[in-house]
Every structure is written in C-alpha cells, then in structure tokens.
C-alpha cells in the first residue's frame, strides 16, 4: 500500500515538474514579447520627439538637459533590453536588435558630444534610421510562435 503511495506521489510530481517547465516556456514568451513591444515603443516615441526636444534644447538651457537626461534613460533602456531572458525560437530576432541597438548606442553617445559642443543633437548620429529599422522588427514579434 505504501509502494502505491509513493508511486502517486512519484508520478504526480514528475507532471507537476514537466508543467512547470512548460508553464516556463510561456511565461518567457510572454514576457518576451511584453517586453519587446514596451522597448519599441519607447524608441518609437523617441523617434517622434527628437527633432523637437532638439530644436527646444538649442536655445533652452533646462530642455538641454531634460534631452541629456532622456538619452541616458534610453541608454540604460538598451543595456536592460539586451540582458532580457530570451525564448529559444525569439534569439534571430533578438540578436537582430541587439546589433541595432550597438548602433544606436553609438549614435546616442554622438549626441551627447553633440550637445556638449553646442551643436544640433541629432546631426550625423544615424539615430532615426536605426529606431526605423529597430520599429520594422516589431512585426516579427506577433509572428513567433514557440
């Protein structure tokens, strides 16, 4: 009775481990995916507020710095998408933007010399044509499936 027992008590936490893993899987997915499409967005507004946080910081001292501020913000916003826990299927796609986050990070370090030598923030930086080409990835996520 007590073998009986035990081999119950054996099988259900062998299917209880498997789920888990499998529950695992998911949740990465989702979280993934959750997280992708919040990073995109975040450089999409980026994208749409650049010009004029640039136009503004040419001749306001404090929007100056607020546009300092956002591109760091951004800056660290891409070292934690790069550290996100990526799903099996998702590491192409993944890999994709990390390659067009190094070149967004370069441009992003541009306008910050840029900005300190009084010049136009996004001049030459290649900023827009990466968020660009970063936001056309976005599609892919909706395609992937585990």
Same mark, same amino acid.
């Given at each position: 009775?007590?073998?009986?027992?035990?081999?119950?008590?054996?099988?259900?936490?062998?299917?209880?481990?498997?789920?888990?893993?499998?529950?695992?899987?998911?949740?990465?997915?989702?979280?993934?995916?959750?997280?992708?499409?919040? /990073?995109?967005?975040? =450089?999409?507004?980026?994208?749409?507020?650049?010009?004029?946080?640039? %136009? &503004?910081?040419? +001749?306001?001292? #404090?929007?100056?710095?607020?546009?300092?501020?956002?591109?760091?913000?951004?800056?660290?916003?891409?070292?934690?998408?790069?550290?996100?826990?990526?799903?099996?299927?998702?590491?192409?796609?993944?890999?994709?933007?990390?390659? /067009?986050?190094?070149? =967004?990070?370069?441009?992003?370090?541009?306008?910050?010399?840029?900005? %300190? &030598?009084?010049? +136009?923030?996004? #001049?030459?930086?290649?900023?827009?044509?990466?968020?660009?080409?970063?936001?056309?990835?976005?599609?892919?996520?909706?395609?992937?499936?585990?």
């Amino acid at each position: 009775m007590k073998t009986k027992g035990l081999a119950v008590i054996l099988a259900v936490t062998l299917l209880l481990a498997q789920g888990c893993g499998i529950l695992d899987g998911i949740g990465q997915t989702v979280n993934f995916a959750t997280e992708t499409t919040t /990073y995109m967005d975040e =450089l999409k507004t980026f994208g749409q507020d650049m010009n004029g946080l640039a %136009e &503004q910081a040419v +001749a306001d001292i #404090d929007a100056r710095t607020d546009l300092k501020e956002r591109i760091v913000a951004l800056k660290e916003q891409i070292v934690q998408y790069e550290g996100l826990t990526v799903p099996d299927y998702a590491k192409d796609l993944h890999a994709s933007i990390v390659q /067009y986050n190094e070149t =967004l990070q370069n441009g992003l370090d541009k306008a910050l010399t840029n900005i %300190e &030598q009084g010049r +136009a923030a996004f #001049d030459a930086t290649g900023i827009p044509d990466t968020i660009g080409k970063i936001n056309e990835l976005l599609t892919q996520i909706g395609s992937l499936a585990p």
